[in-house]
């Protein structure tokens, strides 16, 4: 018997709870349930996070957690529950199967098939966000090698435990070179551990509209997190619906099991709800636990379901489906399909061991690691760049020298463009004036002079060779 959490949310989350909770336990689940209340009523007590200390401990001793869709209330610096627990827990993979279920729910792609593998805290997701002037804010996006691995290996664990074919990678690194060019290459060295499955990569955009146009071109997708995250409801739409997708939200120590959809507060309490996201999310979570009996039979038993058109409102259709039902209802006729298999679907069969355990990641040796620059990011007003320039110039000596101004990532100076749009956001690039290594010490003097000169230096980025590798982007046009 394994002890699971629940949380009920809020909206039509206790519907769909209780739904859900009746088929797994018909089918024969091994699970014990301890419920915590997260969401609305947390939110709206003073609690900022949506979620009490007591509940963070009942999370981590029983691991296993399986959520309804809650409400975060709008303003006043509500943080968002979902993000919160991914990062929290260590939540590295969401995994969100986007299957078509043509032609009982409306689909241009009666053959799609497809798992979108999304890394799951880092990326842009960090959240780490300055205004550093009047007219420019940043977001930081953060990309690690260990992030990149462990997705990366997860996606290709993923497709061979459950007899995929293919993975796909998908990135922008043409443009970000450095941070989605290691997402690419890390996919790269690991594809090559699989020779069994095949491998490709795609630019994100290109990718992304083949997936809409194609999606049965596709099998498994692994990507960074913003991408992964508008993938897989784009990937769900044009399955059939968001509202019949699950995810899974996985960690090397701890797992969240959910529907993709929202609390839906409008259908609230009118017996209406599809079930079918958060049933998704649960099958998923008994493959994790290793009760993929169980999860066979239920996935198999909604199939079913589906096919004999017993359909709640959100996919009813006059003509092909055959009974518009209730939340109650749709449960009820999903326990009765128990122990049946689809006439016209392809039946489901897991293998005996779905749940994935893959190795802790071990940290490289060292790269020597050699400061070779600064970029010094300055707020000013004007709108020339060379005259901008003359100042900087100033900051020269002491064994560093101006190179380069870019505005936005282009190269300003020297040699700019007098059409170039520039905001009051410049980067400033110092590199060695005697071609030796620049030390800590040159870029406290640059920063002192520039202090001294009225100079507005809102940042500084070290460049780095690392093995004698570049570990900083040329200016656009350099």
């Known amino acids: 018997m394994r002890k699971i959490t629940i ?26 349930t301890e419920e915590i209340e997260v969401g609305e009523k947390v939110y709206l007590a003073g609690n900022t996070a949506g979620i009490s200390k007591e509940s963070w401990d009942v999370i981590r ?44 729910v409306k689909t241009k792609h009666p053959q799609m098939d497809i798992v979108i ?13 300055h205004q550093q002037t009047d007219e420019v804010v940043q977001c930081l996006k953060l990309i690690s090698r260990p992030g990149c691995e462990k997705i990366v290996r997860y996606a290709f664990e993923y497709a061979k435990q459950y007899g995929r074919k293919k993975v796909t990678c998908f990135t922008k690194d043409n443009i970000m070179k450095q941070t989605d060019g290691l997402f690419h290459k890390v996919f790269d060295e690991i594809a090559v551990e699989y020779p069994e499955i095949e491998n490709e990569h ?44 699950g995810s899974a939200n996985i960690g090397e120590e701890c797992a969240m099991f959910e529907a993709i959809h929202g609390s839906a507060p409008r259908r609230a309490g009118q017996n209406m709800a599809n079930p079918s996201g958060l049933l998704q999310g649960a099958i998923q979570m008994l493959n994790h636990i290793g009760q993929t009996e169980v999860a066979e039979q239920v996935q198999n038993a909604w199939l079913k379901t589906i096919e004999d058109g017993i359909h709640t409102y959100d996919i009813f259709k006059e003509g092909t ?18 122990g049946k298999l689809p006439a016209s679907f392809k ?63 282009i190269k300003v100076y020297p040699d700019g463009f007098k059409e170039t749009f520039c905001t009051d956001h410049w980067r400033c690039r110092f590199k060695p004036a005697n071609g030796a290594l620049l030390t800590k010490e040159h870029i406290i003097s640059l920063l002192t002079k520039a202090e001294n000169l009225g100079i507005d230096v809102i940042k500084t980025e070290n460049l780095y060779q690392f093995d004698g590798v570049q570990g900083y982007s040329l200016g656009q046009g350099q």
């Open 7 to 32: 949380a009920k949310g809020d909206g039509i989350g206790p519907e769909i709870m209780d739904a859900t909770l009746a088929i797994i336990m018909a089918a024969g689940a091994q699970i014990q």
């Open 61 to 104: 001793r029983n691991k296993v957690f399986l959520k309804a869709p809650i409400t975060t209330p709008q303003g006043g610096g509500y943080k968002s529950l979902n993000v919160t627990t991914r990062k929290f827990l260590g939540l590295y993979a969401n995994i969100r199967p986007c299957v078509s279920l043509h032609p009982y």
């Open 117 to 129: 593998v999304r890394e799951n805290e880092e990326d842009l997701y960090a959240g780490i966000e």
């Open 202 to 245: 795609w630019i994100i955009d290109i990718g992304a509209a083949k997936m809409a146009d194609t999606p049965e071109a596709f099998d498994v997708i692994v990507m960074p997190n913003l991408y992964g995250d508008v993938l897989s409801d784009v990937a769900a739409q044009i399955a059939g619906s968001v509202g019949l997708a």
């Open 321 to 338: 489906s055959k009974q518009k039902v209730g939340t109650k209802e749709f449960a009820e006729a999903v326990i009765s399909n128990l």
């Open 347 to 409: 039946p489901v069969q897991y293998a005996k061991n779905t749940s994935l355990h893959l190795p802790t990641y071990k940290r490289k040796a060292a790269a020597k690691k050699d400061l070779v620059g600064v970029d010094l990011f300055v707020h000013w007003r004007g709108t020339d760049a060379n005259e901008l320039a003359v100042s900087i110039h100033k900051l020269d000596g002491d064994g560093a020298a101006l190179t380069m101004i870019t505005n936005r990532g």
